[in-house]
């Protein structure tokens, strides 16, 4: 019998080639101020600034260069509080759509980011709506576009934490692969192997249910050949648009189904990391924590033939091979870890004596809670020696 399960998806998605040209049409009626969140450079996207003010806008501007922290959060929020921004457009990759999505949350909702925060903050639960919030991701990676958190940094805790709400659902997502040109190749890397790793996960997630299983498998399909042909040939906008179309599947698959304990420690490790990109950190975990997964859940004989085959299932999608199997997904992500020359763990700055702090905050992220088997203390610190 088929297990109940539920589907939310508030956020209405635009995906097309030129499509974030219309985003002045698009979000016609959210008013006429307009805090504008975007990378270092806003100069790169000014034909859509453009467009905005041609059509009567007026724009401020805050800039996100790094993976955002919680004051990063807390001065975008109390920048479009001091003007009275009517609405929040987010362009660019997930840093950037975080900090805009608990922005346009805190922008409603008093105090600092941090009261939010899960686990590390007070806990406080978002009791008003924020404000409406467009997102045009620049990178195909994070699916923040579709989900109800905002992964945040806290410095003083030394991790990420989600500020989580349906409130934090954008109003609108754009997809445009004409938005993602020029992208330099280690984050054209890092997003993508997020995005699949994001829909490897949900697929085995003690959570899985069958919204989200249809999303990672076709999902899976599409982007694992999208990745492949944006890595040969990076100004293939195709390539780029069904890549793009792979995160946003991830983003939707996550939020109904959960992620697992690549994602479980790879939050942690970000905290800890400074300059560690989420996806390659993602990337290099991926494939000891299957092995851990597997080797664990072989003393739960029912579970383990679930899990085999769903691994398997992930791999005959990625690969493009019918007959590909678990060890073959292992070492797919071995051999692209390694031939994108993505950094080991050490190479990053993380010490063994590190490791007797960070396992126990990757047992207790909320990531961690959807693993399809528990992990012992054994296994996490078998997966970071073999990642670093």
């Not at 975080?98 to 899960?118: H, I, Q, T, V, W």
């Not at 991790?159 to 993602?180: C, E, N, Q, W």
């Not at 054209?188 to 003690?206: H, K, M, Y």
Request: with cysteine; proline share 7%.
């Amino acid at each position: 019998m088929m297990a109940p399960f539920d589907v939310h998806g508030p956020t209405r998605v635009v995906v097309g080639c030129g499509a974030a040209q219309d985003v002045s049409t698009l979000s016609g009626g959210f008013g006429k101020r307009v805090l504008v969140v975007t990378g270092a450079t806003p100069a790169r996207h000014s034909e859509v600034w453009s467009r905005l003010e041609t059509a009567g806008k007026e724009l401020r501007f805050a800039t996100i260069g790094r993976e955002p922290t919680v004051d990063d959060a807390d001065a975008v929020a109390l920048a479009g509080r001091t003007w009275n921004a009517e609405w929040v457009l987010a362009v660019g990759g997930g840093s950037v759509m975080d900090a805009a999505k608990a922005a346009a949350c805190l922008m409603r909702n008093p105090g600092s980011a941090l009261d939010y925060l899960e686990g590390v903050g007070s806990g406080r639960p978002v009791v008003h709506p924020s404000v409406p919030l467009v997102v045009i991701p620049t990178t195909a990676g994070t699916g923040s576009e579709v989900t109800r958190n905002a992964v945040l940094t806290s410095p003083a805790h030394r991790t990420k934490a989600s500020l989580r709400s349906p409130f934090l659902y954008p109003t609108l997502a754009v997809i445009d692969p004409a938005m993602g040109r020029a992208v330099p190749r280690p984050v054209l890397v890092g997003a993508g192997l997020d995005a699949l790793v994001q829909l490897i996960e949900p697929l085995t997630s003690r959570r899985a249910q069958p919204f989200a299983d249809a999303l990672c498998r076709e999902g899976l399909r599409c982007g694992g050949a999208a990745f492949r042909r944006a890595l040969a040939q990076p100004d293939d906008p195709n390539a780029r648009l069904h890549l793009g179309v792979a995160a946003l599947f991830s983003g939707f698959a996550l939020a109904h189904a959960g992620l697992g304990a690549v994602h479980g420690m790879a939050g942690v490790l970000g905290g800890h990391l400074s300059g560690a990109p989420h996806g390659a950190l993602c990337a290099r975990l991926l494939p000891d924590v299957i092995v851990a997964n597997r080797r664990r859940i072989a003393e739960e004989p029912e579970r383990q033939v679930w899990l085999e085959m769903r691994y398997a299932e992930a791999a005959s999608l990625l690969l493009e091979r019918p007959s590909a199997t678990a060890d073959d997904l292992v070492e797919w992500a071995r051999e692209t870890a390694e031939a994108n020359g993505l950094p080991r763990l050490r190479e990053w700055g993380l010490a063994a004596t590190d490791f007797a702090v960070i396992i126990p905050q990757a047992e207790r992220a909320s990531s961690t809670k959807s693993n399809p088997v528990r992990l012992l203390g054994a296994d996490w610190e078998q997966v970071l020696k073999s990642a670093w």
